[in-house]
Each structure stands twice: as structure tokens, then as C-alpha cells.
């Protein structure tokens, strides 16, 4: 018994000799003991080869799933540092977008305040031209009043020309009265000599008055022979005064009716000058509005894309940390596994 608990399971329990029924039977429970503690053994060892094997099994698979995180873990880690160079890159190239939006936008304002100030520019000539055409419209009424007032002068002038012709007709018809009493004193002067010549001595008086009115009829046919040719010419130089005239009132007529057309195309020009010059005031308050917004754009544009860059570097930076402490935290998960299997 002692020999079968230290473990020496190789013993031969069997009396020797004949032995009592009481020893018969603790030989008996020794060798059911040793059969017992053989299996046990056998139990044991089996185990022992159990578990060793199960330990390399494990042990295998442990370094399987090592071997495996371990590449997989790489490739993330690959993954991650490339997206993360790229978010970088990204980063950076949203500031330089930023950067770009900002020149633009300033260029866009300049060439904007440039627009606006050619359009203060268009609507100052504008305005000026509006006053030109207010100054023209002015002058060409003024000129269609004149011409109006020069047609009835010379409507005037002609009437005035007419009585003038009239009164030298009449002047005329009083010409021939005269001419014709001078006619018959000749006659009377002529009757008055040819008597007194038959008076002798005595009518050498009467001669002499009949003489002087003789004398005095000659003078009266010669100064209206004269005065008729003078009004002759007065009244050729009226009748050409009358054509001047009548001429010149039709030319008076075509300058009004010229001046109406000049100030009505005047007043339809300053119209379209005036609705020119509004539309070119509305497109320079357009003008300053769209600058105004584009700079509140640009400025918010920048602002959020410069926060969006720190905010996708900032991450960026967290992110490499975090995956720098997790990988080494993996590693050493690894590593422990490694050591334990």
C-alpha cells in the first residue's frame, strides 16, 4: 500500500503463501486499488497528452490569428495613413481653394468697383448729354418761335408791300389826271396865243399868260412823265420785293417746320437719354450690390473653408494619434498573445 501511494503501480500484490480470509481479502482491495490507480494514471496521462496537444492547437491558432491580424492590421493601417495623407492634402487644397476664392473674389470686386465706376462715368456723360439735349430743345423752340414770328413779320411785310403797290397805282391813275389837265392847258395855252395874235397890240399880254402856261403844261408833262417812270420803277423793285419776300416766307416755313422736326426728335432723343440714364443708375446699384455680396461670399467662403481645413487637420492629427496608440496597443495585444501561445 505504501508503495502504490508514493506510485509504483509496477508492485505484485499477492501473498505469499497461504494466507487468513481477512488478508485474502486486503490483498484483494490492494490489487483493486492498483487497478483503480493504473487507471487513473493511464487517465491522467491521457489528459496531460490531451492538453498538450490542445495547447499546440491553440497555440497554432494563436499565431494564425496573429500572423493574419497582424497583415490585416498593416493593411489598415496602410489604408488609414493614405486616406489620412490624402484628408491632409485635401486640407490643403481647400485652403488653396480658399486662397483661389479670395483672389477671384477680389478680382471679381475690382473689375466690379471698375464696372461701376465706368457706369457713374456713362450716367455723369449721360446726365450731361440729357442737359445738352435740354439746351437744344431749348434753342430749337426758341428758333420754331422765331420762325414763327419772322413768317408773320414777312406775312406783314408783304400786306405792308401790297398797300404800297396799291397806293402806287392810285398815284398812277393821278399821274394821268395830270397828264391829261396839262394836256388840255397846252391846248388852252395853244387857243389863248393863236387869239391873242388875232388881238394885235392889244392881246400881246394875254400872249405873254398864255406863254408862261404854255410853259408851266410842259413842265407839269415833263415832271409826270418823270414822277410816272420813277413809280414804274417803284413798282418793279416792290413786285421783285414781293417775290423775295414771298420767297423768303417759304423758306421761313421750312425752317419751322425743319425746327418742329428737330425739337420733336430732341424731345424723343432726351426721353430715350432720360431712360437710358435711369436704366445705367440701376445697373450701377446692381453692380454695387452684386460687389457687396460677392465680398460677404468671399469672406464666408473663406471662413468656413478655413475652419473646415483646421477642422479636417485638427481631426487628421487626433486621428494619427489615435491610430499611432491603437496600433500600439494592437502590437502589444499581439505580442502578449504571441508570448502566451
Given at each position: 500500500?505504501?508503495?502504490?501511494?508514493?506510485?509504483?503501480?509496477?508492485?505484485?500484490?499477492?501473498?505469499?503463501?497461504?494466507?487468513?480470509?481477512?488478508?485474502?481479502?486486503?490483498?484483494?482491495?490492494?490489487?483493486?486499488?492498483?487497478?483503480?490507480?493504473?487507471?487513473?494514471?493511464?487517465?491522467?496521462l491521457r489528459e496531460i497528452e490531451l492538453r498538450g496537444?490542445?495547447?499546440?492547437?491553440?497555440?497554432?491558432?494563436?499565431?494564425?490569428?496573429?500572423?493574419?491580424?497582424?497583415?490585416?492590421?498593416?493593411?489598415?493601417?496602410?489604408?488609414?495613413?493614405?486616406?489620412?495623407?490624402?484628408?491632409?492634402?485635401?486640407?490643403?487644397?481647400?485652403?488653396?481653394?480658399?486662397?483661389?476664392?479670395?483672389?477671384?473674389?477680389?478680382?471679381?470686386?475690382?473689375?466690379?468697383?471698375?464696372?461701376?465706376?465706368?457706369?457713374?462715368?456713362?450716367?455723369?456723360?449721360?446726365?450731361?448729354?440729357?442737359?445738352?439735349?435740354?439746351?437744344?430743345?431749348?434753342?430749337?423752340?426758341?428758333?420754331?418761335?422765331?420762325?414763327?414770328?419772322?413768317?408773320?413779320?414777312?406775312?406783314?411785310?408783304?400786306?405792308?408791300?401790297?398797300?404800297?403797290?396799291?397806293?402806287?397805282?392810285?398815284?398812277?391813275?393821278?399821274?394821268?389826271?395830270?397828264?391829261?389837265?396839262?394836256?388840255?392847258?397846252?391846248?388852252?395855252?395853244?387857243?389863248?396865243?393863236?387869239?391873242?395874235?388875232?388881238?394885235?397890240?392889244?392881246?400881246?399880254?394875254?400872249?405873254?399868260?398864255?406863254?408862261?402856261?404854255?410853259?408851266?403844261?410842259?413842265?407839269?408833262?415833263?415832271?409826270?412823265?418823270?414822277?410816272?417812270?420813277?413809280?414804274?420803277?417803284?413798282?418793279?423793285?416792290?413786285?421783285?420785293?414781293?417775290?423775295?419776300?414771298?420767297?423768303?416766307?417759304?423758306?421761313?416755313?421750312?425752317?419751322?417746320?425743319?425746327?418742329?422736326?428737330?425739337?420733336?426728335?430732341?424731345?424723343?432723343?432726351?426721353?430715350?437719354?432720360?431712360?437710358?440714364?435711369?436704366?445705367?443708375?440701376?445697373?450701377?446699384?446692381?453692380?454695387?450690390?452684386?460687389?457687396?455680396?460677392?465680398?460677404?461670399?468671399?469672406?464666408?467662403?473663406?471662413?468656413?473653408?478655413?475652419?473646415?481645413?483646421?477642422?479636417?487637420?485638427?481631426?487628421?492629427?487626433?486621428?494619427?494619434?489615435?491610430?499611432?496608440?491603437?496600433?500600439?496597443?494592437?502590437?502589444?495585444?499581439?505580442?502578449q498573445l504571441t508570448g502566451a501561445a
Amino acid at each position: 500500500m505504501y508503495e502504490l501511494a508514493k506510485g509504483r503501480l509496477d508492485i505484485d500484490a499477492q501473498p505469499r503463501g497461504k494466507v487468513g480470509p481477512e488478508l485474502a481479502n486486503m490483498y484483494d482491495a490492494v490489487n483493486v486499488f492498483k487497478s483503480h490507480a493504473k487507471e487513473v494514471e493511464q487517465l491522467r496521462l491521457r489528459e496531460i497528452e490531451l492538453r498538450g496537444q490542445q495547447t499546440v492547437d491553440l497555440r497554432n491558432n494563436l499565431l494564425k490569428i496573429a500572423s493574419v491580424l497582424d497583415e490585416q492590421i498593416v493593411k489598415i493601417f496602410e489604408g488609414i495613413s493614405r486616406d489620412q495623407k490624402e484628408m491632409l492634402a485635401a486640407a490643403d487644397g481647400i485652403e488653396k481653394l480658399s486662397l483661389d476664392l479670395r483672389n477671384t473674389a477680389e478680382k471679381t470686386s475690382t473689375g466690379m468697383d471698375l464696372a461701376a465706376s465706368n457706369v457713374e462715368q456713362v450716367t455723369a456723360s449721360t446726365q450731361q448729354l440729357s442737359k445738352q439735349f435740354e439746351v437744344i430743345l431749348a434753342g430749337a423752340r426758341n428758333s420754331k418761335d422765331l420762325s414763327a414770328s419772322a413768317v408773320l413779320k414777312a406775312k406783314d411785310g408783304n400786306l405792308r408791300i401790297k398797300s404800297l403797290e396799291e397806293q402806287a397805282v392810285k398815284i398812277e391813275e393821278m399821274l394821268k389826271v395830270i397828264q391829261s389837265i396839262a394836256a388840255k392847258t397846252n391846248m388852252l395855252a395853244l387857243n389863248a396865243t393863236i387869239e391873242a395874235a388875232r388881238g394885235g397890240s392889244a392881246g400881246r399880254g394875254f400872249a405873254v399868260v398864255a406863254g408862261e402856261v404854255k410853259s408851266l403844261a410842259a413842265q407839269t408833262a415833263d415832271a409826270a412823265k418823270l414822277i410816272s417812270g420813277q413809280i414804274e420803277g417803284v413798282r418793279a423793285e416792290i413786285s421783285l420785293t414781293v417775290d423775295t419776300i414771298q420767297q423768303i416766307s417759304t423758306v421761313i416755313n421750312e425752317l419751322s417746320v425743319f425746327s418742329s422736326q428737330v425739337a420733336e426728335n430732341v424731345v424723343s432723343q432726351a426721353a430715350a437719354t432720360q431712360q437710358i440714364s435711369s436704366l445705367v443708375e440701376r445697373v450701377a446699384l446692381e453692380i454695387n450690390a452684386i460687389g457687396s455680396s460677392m465680398k460677404g461670399l468671399a469672406e464666408n467662403a473663406e471662413q468656413k473653408t478655413i475652419a473646415v481645413s483646421e477642422s479636417i487637420s485638427t481631426a487628421s492629427r487626433q486621428t494619427s494619434a489615435s491610430i499611432e496608440l491603437m496600433g500600439k496597443n494592437i502590437g502589444d495585444t499581439l505580442q502578449q498573445l504571441t508570448g502566451a501561445a
